[in-house]
């Protein structure tokens, strides 16, 4: 009897099942006495996909092949099912037969979205939905979508999205973008909309952070600050930072001027280099936005007084730049002395 992929369980053995090849590949193992070789890869049907491991598998036999398997077992490894072919396997080639795979998508927490992982499930609450007209794609739906452990920027084409709803989503791809994590919803994704009471309060050690995601909230100390940090000056028409007076872009456009802070944040797991401009810095310094030309002078003074040596909570995106993560950071607040204990405390229970 020929089975399928979703009714194997843990007590089948000598199992046979038609299967399309999805991936193979081999490895070669060494030991002093001799070489052996085993193969793995990917095989699935119209109910799903499973790894498999096969001490013998015929070499003609490629990804895109669909097989008849005989006398193959299962067994659990890690957690999930992996199909065994050993001597007593039975393969045979079926040609010009071709099955529909079932897609089947990992289910990533945001925080740990990769391209590595170019296709996953996710699910969360979407915001700041915006849409506009596309000749050739049609409704594009752009915003976030944020859980429990980040935020990212999300494109839908054709799939529309509602502001501060939960949804599960099959099929997002994961892709890079501006050195930002993003995802992408198509017509072929499959989006639910859920209910969900998740805490997206997310906050974090630095060492915990392996991928360019944002809404993240980290708490440290400013260890080192910048001295390019200060005042800045940008084009009045293409807001670009200009080194002399006058835009090359726009010579006859005016200045504003800006203010924008690099620093490094150290939380006792690791440190990580910091962007802030001024909606982050002013609150801090206690300048408003119209003292910045009358204060210029004594900016970088006060950034330096209030801002180095001292702790405090931190709101903003990861982006990856020169194969590192950076810090850039949206909004700060000076963490109290019982904040500050608190942190450490739990710091050195999670270290000891």
Known sequence: ????????????????????????????????????????????????????????????????????????????????????FDSRTEIMVKPGENIEIKNTYKDLKIKDL????????????????????????GTIYSGYIEDDTGRVRFSSFGVPLENNRFYRIEGARVSMYSNRIEITVSNKSVVKEIESDMNLERNYKIFD????????????????LGEKSGIIKRCSVCNKTISLNVCPDHPDAGI???????????????????????????????????????????????????????????????????????FQVIKANSITDDEIKIEMVEMENELS
């Not at 001799?34 to 036999?61: H, M, Q």
């Not at 991928?211 to 100390?221: D, E, R, S, Y």
């Open 1 to 84: 009897m020929i089975m399928k992929i979703s009714d194997l369980n843990s007590e089948n053995n000598n199992v046979s099942l038609k299967l399309k090849v999805l991936s193979v590949d081999k490895r070669e193992i060494k030991s002093e006495e001799k070489s052996k070789i085993y193969y793995y890869g990917l095989v699935g049907d119209e109910t799903g996909v499973i790894p498999f491991t096969a001490w013998e598998f015929p070499d003609v036999i490629k990804s895109g092949d669909v097989i008849e398997v005989k006398y193959a077992h299962l067994k659990e490894y890690r957690g999930k099912f992996r199909l065994y």
């Open 209 to 224: 952070i392996k991928n360019p995601v944002g809404g993240i909230n980290i708490m440290g100390f400013i260890i080192t």
């Open 256 to 326: 504003n001027l800006d203010i924008f802070a690099y620093f490094t944040i150290d939380d006792g797991t690791g440190f990580v280099r910091a962007t802030a401009g001024k909606d982050a810095i002013l609150p801090l310094i206690n300048i408003n936005e119209n003292e910045i030309a009358r204060k210029a002078s004594i900016i970088y003074n006060e950034m330096y007084k209030k801002l180095y040596g001292h702790a405090f909570k931190f709101t903003g995106n990861f982006i990856k730049k020169d194969d590192e993560l950076d």
């Open 114 to 137: 990769n391209p590595v992982t170019p296709f996953v499930t996710v699910s969360g609450k979407v915001t700041n939905v915006t849409k506009r007209e596309n000749d050739k794609t």
